[in-house]
């Protein structure tokens, strides 16, 4: 079992930047892919980023390439969502996730996932 929690989130204003951080107990860390994801009210569970095992790859959705960060501190057993010049559309729960190597896209790639944390962005 992993055991994941986000912290980070809050209200913020368009173009402004939150960093979101996802620590993780349990099983051995560097043996996971990670995974971000969001979901806004009434839509679907969808893909933000994910990072490799050792860091050394990293993926984006279209929607936050270029403005959302991801990277992962193995001996912190942590993982960070950097989000630059944030957008009302990025308004959503926040959820990281951990599943195995390599990475993927999808939701069910995941097998452990945190309880998410609000990002809001005000216009």
């Known amino acids: 079992q992993v055991q994941l929690v986000e912290s980070g989130g809050g209200l913020v204003q368009a173009g402004g930047s939150l960093r979101l951080s996802c620590a993780a107990s349990?099983?051995?860390?560097?043996?996971?892919?990670m995974g971000w994801f969001r979901q806004a009210p009434g839509k679907e569970r969808e893909f933000v980023g994910t990072?490799?095992?050792?860091?050394?790859?990293?993926y984006y959705a279209d929607s936050v390439k270029g403005r959302f960060t991801i990277s992962r501190d193995n001996a912190k057993n942590t993982v960070y969502l950097q989000m630059n010049s944030l957008k009302p559309e990025d308004t959503a729960v926040y959820y990281c996730?951990?599943?195995?190597?390599?990475?993927?896209?999808?939701?069910?790639?995941?097998?452990?996932w945190g309880q998410g944390t609000q990002v809001t962005v005000s216009s």
């Open positions: 996730a951990a599943g195995p190597t390599p990475e993927g896209l999808r939701v069910g790639r995941y097998d452990y």
């Open positions: 990072i490799s095992w050792s860091g050394s790859r990293t």
């Open positions: 349990g099983r051995t860390f560097s043996n996971y892919a």
